[in-house]
């Protein structure tokens, strides 16, 4: 059996968990954030990927999710937030961001904060809400389900989507490199390192509210298979990406 197959049947007994212990659906307010080519010429939403612009990729995995309740997209890109005003119409929210609160070496949470108290002057408060990256456009719907139902069923403030890692690491100590393990002969669950992927990250609004930074908290995580996991960060993962296209 497949790692993506394997990983969609856990997902499937995460959700006959929630329906069988009867637990409320929560509300999730789901938030694409993007800055665009003016502010970072890295940041391309609308660039095409196949015959998709690469905000749609994302955008249709959160509107294919059952329990995703909204979804906003945020930029201060006004030309991408005409284009998706115009494509899917009501189907999403739109909120034009301050570019100070865009600019590259500025962290998301004000964005988030921001995003979330627009939403609650016209929404009831979401029970969490969920950060979603474009630069992992094979990230489906599927997963989005999986970390809300991972945060229901846990008792976690945080989901993040994550792969596992088990190359050899070395860290410097002064004197040359070390092993970042202390040994590699017994590898335990717990041992195992964990790096972060699929540009998927749900959080308790509670987390905000509280004035917690972002990964403070308790952080339980859903693993994401290799294609779901790819990003795009250079041209050559663009090539790639189109070549992952080409064979499916």
């Known amino acids: 059996i497949d790692e993506k197959t394997l990983l969609k049947t856990r997902g499937k007994i995460k959700s006959k968990q929630v329906k069988k212990r009867g637990l409320e659906q929560l509300s999730v307010l789901a938030i694409i954030p993007t800055r665009g080519e003016k ?3 890295r940041s391309t939403p609308l660039r095409k990927l196949d ?3 690469l ?13 995703v309740t909204d979804t906003i997209v945020t930029t201060p890109d006004k030309e991408t937030l005409e284009y998706v005003n115009k494509k899917y119409s009501k189907r999403i929210l ?5 570019e100070e609160l865009a600019r ?3 962290g998301i949470q004000e964005t988030a904060q921001e995003v979330v108290d627009i939403y609650k002057e016209s929404h009831p408060v ?15 719907a599927f997963y989005i389900d999986k970390a809300i139902n991972t945060l229901q069923l846990h008792d976690v403030d945080i989901v993040d989507g994550v792969r596992p890692e088990d190359d050899m690491f070395y860290v410097h100590s002064g004197q040359g490199l070390q092993p970042w393990r202390n040994s ?22 509670s987390v905000l509210s509280s ?5 403070e908290g308790k952080i339980g995580h859903i693993i994401l298979d290799e294609h779901a996991a790819f990003p795009l960060r250079s041209e050559f993962d663009w090539e790639v990406a189109t070549l992952m296209l080409m064979q499916t």
């Not at 590699?184 to 609004?205: N, P, S, V």
């Open 39 to 41: 502010i970072d010429p």
């Open 51 to 53: 015959d998709k612009a």
């Open 55 to 67: 905000i749609d990729w994302t955008i249709d995995s959160a509107l294919a999710s059952e329990l």
């Open 94 to 98: 739109t909120y034009l961001r301050e």
């Open 104 to 106: 590259v070496n500025t």
């Open 126 to 140: 979401p029970d969490a809400f969920l950060m979603l990256y474009l630069e992992y456009p094979f990230r489906s």
């Open 184 to 205: 590699q002969k017994m590898r335990l669950e717990r041992d195992e390192l964990y790096r972060r992927a699929g540009g998927i990250q749900l959080l308790k609004t």
């Open 211 to 215: 004035g917690k930074d972002m990964l």
